[in-house]
């Protein structure tokens, strides 16, 4: 497979631990986020989203917390499998556009 | 089942020799999109498409071209392409409707010029 972020933060954790992947997002006016999950060799898949009306949102073993007042951007997920380990980006929309964040690369250990 | 399929996954080409990448989805979106993903910038935009003839630029279009002449497709166009093209290459749709905007991503087209 491709790697598509060589100088990206990185998480490793053990199987079966809570995962928990930050994002700082950049503009104030931003009124939807999404996660998304990047495998190896592939497109970038959507996992969950949040609006700035919300705070959390829960979806399958994954939540989403929204901090707009620090601009900050969790995702949550719960008992990490080995097939959980990829590249996690949020996205934020400004403007009628969706800006992308640089990622997170997430190891799962077994 | 419901995709946008890129072509080719893998192309090496010489600098100035004209080259497209194809996109095509099949869950008749209006809006798509090609980005690329190069190692500490993330994903950037290149050119949009809201609908069939319409296209706009996106954040890096220089070095681009795109046509939307089919709903189906969007074409990526390099007339003369040159190292600093060297990159992976996404396409991207998602219906254009209001409250959604979750994409559907391609596979991807990792493009090397000489």
């Known amino acids: 497979g491709e790697s598509v972020g060589l100088h990206l933060p990185t998480l490793s954790v053990q199987e079966g631990d809570n995962s928990i992947i930050n994002c700082a997002y950049s503009?104030?006016?931003?009124?939807?986020f999404i996660w998304y999950k990047q495998e190896s060799g592939k497109g970038p898949q959507f996992i969950i989203d949040?609006?700035?009306?919300?705070d959390k949102r829960q979806g399958q073993r994954v939540t989403v917390l929204l901090n707009k007042t620090v601009k900050h951007l969790s995702l949550q997920i719960a008992a990490t499998q080995p097939g959980d380990s990829a590249v996690y980006f949020c996205?934020?929309?400004?403007?009628?556009?969706?800006?992308f964040g640089q990622g997170t690369e997430l190891s799962v250990k077994p | 089942e419901a995709q946008v399929t890129q072509n080719p996954r893998y192309l090496i080409t010489v600098t100035g020799k004209k080259l497209t990448v194809t996109c095509s989805q099949n869950m008749n979106h209006e809006y798509m999109s090609w980005y690329r993903q190069d190692p500490g910038l993330g994903l950037r935009q290149i050119y949009y498409?809201?609908?069939?003839?319409?296209?706009d630029k996106g954040d890096v279009p220089e070095g681009y071209k795109v046509s939307r002449k089919e709903k189906r497709n969007f074409p990526l166009i390099l007339e003369s392409p040159s190292p600093n093209q060297t990159s992976l290459y996404f396409c991207?749709?998602?219906?254009?409707?209001?409250?959604?905007?979750?994409?559907?991503f391609g596979s991807g087209t990792r493009l090397t010029v000489v």
């Open positions: 949040i609006r700035s009306n919300m």
């Open positions: 503009n104030s006016a931003s009124d939807y």
């Open positions: 996205a934020e929309r400004s403007g009628g556009k969706l800006i």
């Open positions: 991207a749709s998602r219906e254009d409707r209001v409250g959604i905007y979750g994409y559907t």
């Open positions: 498409s809201m609908n069939v003839e319409v296209t």
